[in-house]
């Protein structure tokens, strides 16, 4: 089936959805995108993204196309048009098109493009059998809190785990973790204490990472917000990853090295459950 994309206002099959070769996401990756998790034709942890994707645009001067209202009827109605149950919408505003030059244009019209992927979300695969990862040095640019179109690095590196065996890398920078290629890295102690990142602008500032965080607060758990070590992390109790589609998916070998007894861990589960009974509850 066809897909009916969104673009700067109008409903178009996919295959007539075109954006300019002067658009400036095109030449020079200045754009940014967000994801958001479809679960029964309702969307996951919504507000949230919303919330990140302002700040985002705040970040690189590029206004929003349309109100906070009409944004989310758009993500309403394209669930709608595309009879998506289960999946994702990838939301992505660039700065728009003008002739080419590193200067940003003061007229140009924002860009703004929606589309959608069916895909399992609550029942991943993965989550049953885990991931495993290989550690690749972060050669990214200093800004990563900002959720640019900036992923030809992370693709490599993502390339390069599966050349190597695995399912996903890890970026290393200075020794410590920062993230995933696509998501938040988290080791738990053989404590069943929680650590993961801080925030900073060495890492994204996950949606998924914060409502993981404030369910483990709530059901008992300490957690550390610190960096912590390729060491560390292979001498975990259990180490995992958060995402917008992936949830709370177990990591059950870095680099070889085994984590744990090789299977997804019980806290993570356990953290897979609180979020998706919560948010399944909240979707909107």
């Not at 409903?11 to 996401?25: H, I, M, N, Q, Y």
């Amino acid at each position: 089936m066809t897909r009916t994309v969104y673009l700067n206002g109008a409903w178009l099959p996919e295959t007539e959805a075109k954006v300019s070769v002067f658009d400036r996401g095109f030449l020079f990756a200045d754009a940014i995108y967000e994801v958001t998790a479809v679960i029964g034709g309702k969307l996951i942890d919504y507000y949230g993204h919303a919330a990140r994707l302002q700040r985002s645009l705040s970040e690189l001067g590029i206004a929003c196309p349309l109100s906070e209202e009409a944004l989310l009827d758009v993500h309403r109605d394209i669930v709608l048009r595309n009879h998506l149950d289960e999946g994702l919408i990838y939301l992505q505003i660039s700065r728009g098109a003008d002739d080419r030059d590193f200067a940003y244009p003061v007229k140009a019209e924002p860009t703004l493009v929606l589309f959608t992927q069916a895909k399992p979300v609550l029942n991943n695969p993965r989550s049953q059998t885990g991931l495993s990862i290989a550690t690749v040095p972060d050669w990214r640019w200093e800004r990563r809190d900002i959720k640019t179109v900036q992923l030809l690095y992370p693709s490599m590196a993502k390339m390069e785990a599966i050349r190597r065996g695995a399912d996903d890398a890890w970026l290393v920078e200075d020794g410590f973790i920062t993230e995933g290629s696509a998501a938040t890295a988290h080791i738990v102690k053989a404590d069943g204490t929680l650590v993961t990142r801080g925030l900073s602008n060495a890492l994204l500032h996950g949606i998924t990472r914060a409502s993981i965080i404030d369910l483990a607060r709530g059901a008992g758990m300490t957690v550390e917000e610190r960096p912590f070590s390729v060491e560390e992390a292979q001498e975990a109790a259990e180490a995992f990853i958060t995402s917008a589609t992936n949830f709370a998916t177990s990591v059950i070998k870095i680099d070889d090295v085994v984590i744990g007894d090789g299977k997804p861990g019980p806290i993570a589960g356990k953290l897979r459950r609180l979020y998706s009974e919560t948010r399944l509850a909240s979707a909107i």
